[in-house]
Protein backbone atom coordinates (compact mmCIF):
# COMPACT_ATOMS: atom_id res chain seq x y z
CA UNK A 1 0.00 0.00 0.00
CA UNK A 2 1.07 3.72 -1.24
CA UNK A 3 2.94 5.02 2.15
CA UNK A 4 2.27 8.81 0.04
CA UNK A 5 -0.92 10.33 1.40
CA UNK A 6 -3.23 12.71 -1.08
CA UNK A 7 -6.25 14.53 -0.02
CA UNK A 8 -8.63 15.01 -1.47
CA UNK A 9 -9.20 11.56 -3.64
CA UNK A 10 -11.67 13.52 -5.80
CA UNK A 11 -12.06 17.56 -5.96
CA UNK A 12 -15.02 18.83 -8.46
CA UNK A 13 -14.84 22.76 -9.27
CA UNK A 14 -16.52 24.65 -11.55
CA UNK A 15 -14.50 27.02 -14.24
CA UNK A 16 -12.71 29.68 -12.56
CA UNK A 17 -13.01 28.53 -9.27
CA UNK A 18 -9.32 27.61 -6.86
CA UNK A 19 -8.48 23.91 -6.18
CA UNK A 20 -6.08 22.72 -4.06
CA UNK A 21 -5.07 19.42 -3.12
CA UNK A 22 -2.20 18.25 -0.60
CA UNK A 23 0.03 15.32 -0.28
CA UNK A 24 1.67 13.95 2.51
CA UNK A 25 4.71 12.28 1.53
CA UNK A 26 6.44 9.61 2.57
CA UNK A 27 8.56 9.57 5.72
CA UNK A 28 11.65 10.16 5.60
CA UNK A 29 11.37 11.44 1.87
CA UNK A 30 12.94 14.77 1.14
CA UNK A 31 11.87 15.24 -2.60
CA UNK A 32 8.23 15.49 -3.55
CA UNK A 33 6.88 15.39 -7.07
CA UNK A 34 3.57 16.77 -8.69
CA UNK A 35 2.30 15.04 -12.36
CA UNK A 36 -0.73 15.63 -14.12
CA UNK A 37 -2.23 12.58 -15.11
CA UNK A 38 -4.51 13.30 -18.45
CA UNK A 39 -7.43 11.45 -19.50
CA UNK A 40 -5.19 9.16 -22.42
CA UNK A 41 -2.77 8.36 -18.93
CA UNK A 42 -0.15 10.29 -20.14
CA UNK A 43 2.05 12.12 -17.69
CA UNK A 44 2.86 15.49 -17.32
CA UNK A 45 5.96 16.68 -14.76
CA UNK A 46 4.41 20.08 -12.70
CA UNK A 47 6.84 20.46 -10.10
CA UNK A 48 9.53 19.27 -7.68
CA UNK A 49 10.75 19.92 -4.42
CA UNK A 50 13.92 18.88 -2.64
CA UNK A 51 12.19 20.04 1.06
CA UNK A 52 10.73 23.52 0.76
CA UNK A 53 12.77 24.28 -2.32
CA UNK A 54 11.81 24.27 -5.82
CA UNK A 55 13.90 21.68 -7.90
CA UNK A 56 12.43 22.02 -10.74
CA UNK A 57 8.70 23.36 -12.67
CA UNK A 58 7.49 23.96 -16.15
CA UNK A 59 5.61 26.97 -17.52
CA UNK A 60 2.61 26.19 -16.76
CA UNK A 61 2.83 25.92 -13.05
CA UNK A 62 4.79 29.53 -13.41
CA UNK A 63 1.15 30.92 -14.54
CA UNK A 64 -1.92 29.68 -12.96
CA UNK A 65 -0.60 26.89 -11.09
CA UNK A 66 1.17 27.45 -7.46
CA UNK A 67 3.12 24.50 -4.91
CA UNK A 68 4.65 24.83 -1.45
CA UNK A 69 6.33 22.18 0.42
CA UNK A 70 6.25 24.35 3.86
CA UNK A 71 8.24 22.49 6.76
CA UNK A 72 5.91 20.33 9.07
CA UNK A 73 2.66 20.57 6.60
CA UNK A 74 1.35 19.05 4.07
CA UNK A 75 2.80 19.80 0.30
CA UNK A 76 0.18 21.49 -1.60
CA UNK A 77 -0.84 22.11 -5.26
CA UNK A 78 -3.41 25.02 -6.12
CA UNK A 79 -4.92 26.07 -9.53
CA UNK A 80 -5.54 29.68 -8.93
CA UNK A 81 -8.59 29.33 -11.56
CA UNK A 82 -9.90 26.10 -12.41
CA UNK A 83 -10.25 25.51 -16.44
CA UNK A 84 -11.71 22.60 -18.17
CA UNK A 85 -8.14 21.69 -19.25
CA UNK A 86 -7.10 20.98 -15.88
CA UNK A 87 -9.72 18.31 -15.53
CA UNK A 88 -6.63 15.26 -14.62
CA UNK A 89 -5.40 12.88 -12.03
CA UNK A 90 -3.39 14.61 -9.94
CA UNK A 91 -0.20 12.56 -8.99
CA UNK A 92 2.43 13.40 -6.02
CA UNK A 93 5.18 11.27 -5.32
CA UNK A 94 7.98 11.52 -3.09
CA UNK A 95 11.67 10.22 -3.39
CA UNK A 96 14.95 10.28 -0.74
CA UNK A 97 16.61 11.67 -3.61
CA UNK A 98 15.54 13.95 -6.70
CA UNK A 99 18.16 12.56 -8.67
CA UNK A 100 16.66 10.39 -11.76
CA UNK A 101 18.51 6.70 -11.09
CA UNK A 102 16.10 6.95 -7.86
CA UNK A 103 12.79 4.97 -7.43
CA UNK A 104 9.61 7.65 -6.85
CA UNK A 105 6.46 6.38 -4.77
CA UNK A 106 3.26 7.22 -5.59
CA UNK A 107 0.20 8.59 -4.19
CA UNK A 108 -3.04 7.27 -5.19
CA UNK A 109 -4.10 10.80 -6.55
CA UNK A 110 -6.87 13.39 -6.78
CA UNK A 111 -8.95 13.43 -9.66
CA UNK A 112 -9.80 16.93 -10.45
CA UNK A 113 -13.04 17.24 -12.36
CA UNK A 114 -13.76 21.06 -13.84
CA UNK A 115 -17.29 21.50 -15.03
CA UNK B 1 14.85 16.35 -26.07
CA UNK B 2 14.69 13.14 -24.00
CA UNK B 3 11.30 11.00 -25.05
CA UNK B 4 10.03 7.34 -24.29
CA UNK B 5 7.70 5.30 -26.98
CA UNK B 6 5.35 2.67 -26.07
CA UNK B 7 3.93 1.82 -29.36
CA UNK B 8 1.35 0.04 -28.00
CA UNK B 9 -1.49 1.51 -26.00
CA UNK B 10 -3.85 -1.69 -25.51
CA UNK B 11 -2.50 -5.43 -25.08
CA UNK B 12 -5.07 -7.63 -24.72
CA UNK B 13 -4.34 -11.57 -23.73
CA UNK B 14 -5.60 -14.72 -22.10
CA UNK B 15 -4.34 -16.03 -19.06
CA UNK B 16 -1.35 -18.06 -19.02
CA UNK B 17 0.34 -16.41 -22.69
CA UNK B 18 3.49 -14.51 -22.76
CA UNK B 19 3.39 -10.76 -23.19
CA UNK B 20 6.00 -8.62 -24.23
CA UNK B 21 5.18 -4.72 -23.98
CA UNK B 22 7.40 -2.32 -26.25
CA UNK B 23 9.84 0.16 -24.83
CA UNK B 24 11.84 2.65 -26.56
CA UNK B 25 14.02 5.68 -25.77
CA UNK B 26 15.34 8.88 -26.56
CA UNK B 27 18.46 10.77 -25.17
CA UNK B 28 21.88 11.84 -25.33
CA UNK B 29 23.03 11.15 -22.15
CA UNK B 30 23.58 7.81 -20.21
CA UNK B 31 20.01 6.20 -19.59
CA UNK B 32 18.16 5.28 -16.37
CA UNK B 33 14.90 3.26 -17.50
CA UNK B 34 12.32 2.06 -15.21
CA UNK B 35 8.91 0.38 -15.45
CA UNK B 36 6.00 1.21 -13.22
CA UNK B 37 2.60 -0.75 -13.33
CA UNK B 38 -1.26 0.80 -12.15
CA UNK B 39 -3.77 -1.01 -11.11
CA UNK B 40 -7.19 0.77 -11.09
CA UNK B 41 -7.55 3.50 -8.75
CA UNK B 42 -4.43 2.49 -6.90
CA UNK B 43 -0.88 4.58 -6.84
CA UNK B 44 1.87 3.42 -9.77
CA UNK B 45 4.23 1.57 -7.99
CA UNK B 46 7.87 0.24 -9.27
CA UNK B 47 8.40 -3.27 -11.45
CA UNK B 48 11.43 -2.59 -12.62
CA UNK B 49 14.58 -0.66 -13.48
CA UNK B 50 18.04 -0.56 -14.77
CA UNK B 51 20.81 0.92 -16.53
CA UNK B 52 23.32 -2.09 -16.82
CA UNK B 53 23.38 -2.81 -21.00
CA UNK B 54 22.58 -6.35 -21.70
CA UNK B 55 21.26 -7.75 -18.23
CA UNK B 56 18.82 -8.90 -17.22
CA UNK B 57 16.38 -7.39 -14.46
CA UNK B 58 13.71 -8.95 -12.82
CA UNK B 59 10.84 -8.77 -10.41
CA UNK B 60 7.44 -10.99 -10.01
CA UNK B 61 8.12 -12.69 -12.90
CA UNK B 62 8.71 -9.73 -14.98
CA UNK B 63 11.80 -9.36 -16.44
CA UNK B 64 13.11 -6.49 -18.89
CA UNK B 65 16.83 -5.97 -20.75
CA UNK B 66 18.29 -2.70 -21.12
CA UNK B 67 19.88 -2.72 -24.57
CA UNK B 68 21.76 0.65 -25.62
CA UNK B 69 22.45 -0.19 -28.86
CA UNK B 70 18.85 -0.41 -29.99
CA UNK B 71 17.69 2.16 -27.41
CA UNK B 72 15.08 -0.46 -26.15
CA UNK B 73 13.74 -1.74 -22.51
CA UNK B 74 10.92 -4.23 -23.28
CA UNK B 75 9.22 -6.21 -20.77
CA UNK B 76 8.42 -9.47 -20.74
CA UNK B 77 6.59 -11.88 -18.87
CA UNK B 78 6.24 -15.65 -19.54
CA UNK B 79 2.99 -15.95 -18.53
CA UNK B 80 0.13 -13.79 -17.83
CA UNK B 81 -2.02 -13.79 -15.17
CA UNK B 82 -5.66 -11.98 -14.16
CA UNK B 83 -3.82 -9.94 -11.91
CA UNK B 84 -1.66 -8.44 -14.39
CA UNK B 85 -4.41 -6.46 -16.14
CA UNK B 86 -2.95 -2.95 -15.24
CA UNK B 87 -1.34 0.25 -17.45
CA UNK B 88 2.22 0.03 -17.13
CA UNK B 89 4.40 2.75 -18.04
CA UNK B 90 8.09 3.34 -19.11
CA UNK B 91 9.98 5.76 -17.83
CA UNK B 92 13.56 7.90 -18.71
CA UNK B 93 16.19 9.37 -16.46
CA UNK B 94 18.63 10.85 -17.85
CA UNK B 95 20.46 13.18 -15.65
CA UNK B 96 18.71 16.45 -13.26
CA UNK B 97 15.63 16.21 -11.26
CA UNK B 98 13.15 14.62 -14.27
CA UNK B 99 12.54 11.35 -15.32
CA UNK B 100 9.81 11.20 -18.84
CA UNK B 101 7.39 8.54 -18.76
CA UNK B 102 6.00 6.99 -21.54
CA UNK B 103 2.06 7.33 -23.02
CA UNK B 104 1.65 3.91 -20.95
CA UNK B 105 -0.17 0.30 -22.33
CA UNK B 106 -2.48 -1.10 -20.76
CA UNK B 107 -2.69 -4.86 -20.30
CA UNK B 108 -6.02 -6.96 -20.20
CA UNK B 109 -5.44 -10.33 -19.29
CA UNK B 110 -9.11 -12.32 -19.34
CA UNK B 111 -9.37 -15.92 -18.39
Known amino acids: NSKVIQTPRYLVKGQGQKAKMRCIPEKGHPVVFWYQQNKNNEFKFLINFQNQEVLQQIDMTEKRFSAECPSNSPCSLEIQSSEAGDSALYLC?????????????FGPGTRLTVL | GDSVTQTEGLVTLTKGLPVMLNCTYQTTYSPFLFWYVQHLNEAPKLLLK?????KRTEHQGFYATLHKSSSSFHLQKSSVQLSDSALYFCALGTGGYKVVFGSGTRLLVSP
Open chain 1, 93 to 105: ASSWTGAFYAEQF
Open chain 2, 50 to 54: SSTDN
